[in-house]
């Protein structure tokens, strides 16, 4: 009996050795790498002659006149997006326009272009950071943003084959909204 008692308690405590003991830990697990969303392509190094001078915000004629503008531009670099400080004063003339001017109530619709010489995709990019940026510094000289709308065209209608053609295909374009 005492062998019986033996075997039993040997068991008890093999038993209660694996069911208290802490299961072995699991080797660390590397992450996959989470996969990383395409950028545009990088836009073609900068050229000689571009002027940042020679690219436009433009103004639809019927805008213009309702609010009083001259043919006063704002401009973008090459490979920019930046609305320069000058190019406020237009800013806020157009935003007050809209507000309490004669277009009061009115929507704009703000059309980014670029020009040929980088990658289709990041053309298109370049012309909505473009118009975007044009709606930012419209809402910062008070428009409201539900009086803007913003796209972009990219390289789509671009015409240009020298630096001074493409200067006007660097632009963005403003345009009563329909309603």
């Known amino acids: 009996m005492r062998q019986h008692f033996g075997i039993v308690s040997l068991g008890l405590v093999a038993t209660l050795s694996i069911a208290c003991s802490k299961p072995a830990t699991p080797e660390p697990v590397t992450p996959e790498p989470e996969p990383v969303a395409a950028e545009p392509a990088a836009p073609p190094s900068e050229k000689p002659g571009d002027?940042?001078?020679?690219s436009s915000i433009n103004i639809s004629?019927?805008?213009k006149e309702a609010c009083g503008l001259s043919d006063t531009e704002a401009?973008?670099?090459y490979n920019s997006a930046n609305v320069s400080d000058k190019d406020r004063d237009v800013m806020k003339k157009l935003a007050e326009c809209f507000t309490?001017?004669?277009?009061?109530?009115?929507t704009m619709r703000l059309v980014g272009h670029a020009d040929p010489r980088g990658e289709p995709e990041y053309n298109m990019v370049l012309g909505g950071r473009r118009s975007d940026n044009v709606a930012t510094a419209l809402q910062k000289a008070g428009l409201p943003a539900a009086q803007v709308t913003t796209t972009s065209r990219g390289e789509m209608e671009a015409r240009g084959t020298d630096e001074a053609s493409w200067a006007l295909d660097r632009r963005v374009d403003i345009y009563l909204a329909d309603q």
């Open 51 to 54: 002027d940042p001078k020679q």
């Open 75 to 77: 401009h973008f670099g």
């Open 100 to 106: 309490v001017g004669k277009l009061k109530g009115r």
């Open 61 to 63: 004629d019927e805008i």
